[in-house]
């Protein structure tokens, strides 16, 4: 809309200025709901997930969902979540490959050498609960939610790339369409409706475990009770929600 467009162009030339774009951070039309996060402590629903590496077999139906359910551009290499093939080889060497993202699984590997171990890791948004993306963000698209899912509000994204820039798992992308952030959100439409999301739904092996952190009855939660649990890139204090079982260390 012509409106939506002044408002952006606006943004990208008050941006030009340090002191005008701290202003925008401060005074951003979602200042009010990023302060509201801070009251998370007290919210009943506070969502993760955890992946069950040793289940994964790389089908690529949890990729073919996302994109359907969002709707996401056409070219074959935007993705909300991905999948990614690692085989360690006998003399330490690490390949790491994602034809398409995984989107239509994966065929057997032409590689030199013997291959020791072999394995899927899925990859998504961490909906860290200490994001850098939001920290960046200079007018307030990129915020959390009460319940700890990391949006972006497509109508106040000035498309300046920060919260790509700042993302250190590679979780986010341009749309070319809107020329705005695009990320994993749990598919919040549809787990603010008790739905699943589409990914968790679809897994015909129950790699994806979606679920409440703070309900002692949640898949998630048993999950963490019988497994152990990592996170990725944990030296860099993100603190994600979303935890893997059986993860190699050589996974980055």
């Avoid at 050498?113 to 007018?139: I, T």
């Amino acid at each position: 809309m012509p409106e939506d467009r002044s408002r952006r162009e606006f943004l990208i030339s008050v941006l030009q200025f340090p002191c005008s774009a701290a202003l925008v951070a401060v005074c951003g039309p979602l200042a009010t709901a990023a302060a509201a996060t801070e009251d998370e402590a007290s919210s009943e629903r506070y969502f993760g997930m955890g992946i069950q590496v040793d289940k994964c077999i790389g089908c690529g139906r949890c990729v073919r969902a996302c994109k359907t359910e969002n709707d996401l551009p056409e070219a074959p290499f935007y993705f909300r979540t991905w999948i990614e093939r690692y085989a360690i080889h006998a003399d330490g060497r690490v390949d790491v490959d994602s034809p398409e993202g995984g989107i239509n699984g994966f065929l057997p590997r032409e590689s030199e050498g013997e291959v020791v171990r072999s394995f899927f890791v899925p990859k998504l948004c961490n909906q860290c609960d200490n994001p850098p993306c939001v920290q960046v963000c200079p007018v307030g698209a990129t915020f959390k939610t009460d319940d700890g899912v990391i949006l972006v509000d497509s109508d106040y994204c000035i498309g300046c790339r920060y919260c790509i820039q700042a993302c250190p798992y590679g979780a986010r992308f341009l749309d070319p369409r809107t020329k705005t952030a695009d990320k994993c959100t749990f598919c919040y439409h549809r787990i603010t409706q008790g739905l699943l999301p589409a990914c968790v739904e679809v897994c015909p092996t129950g790699a994806r475990v979606f679920g409440e952190l703070k309900a002692d009855a949640s898949p998630l939660r048993r999950l963490m009770r019988m497994s152990r649990l990592q996170v990725l890139k944990p030296s860099l204090n993100t603190e994600p929600k979303v935890f893997y079982t059986e993860l190699d260390g050589e996974v980055r």
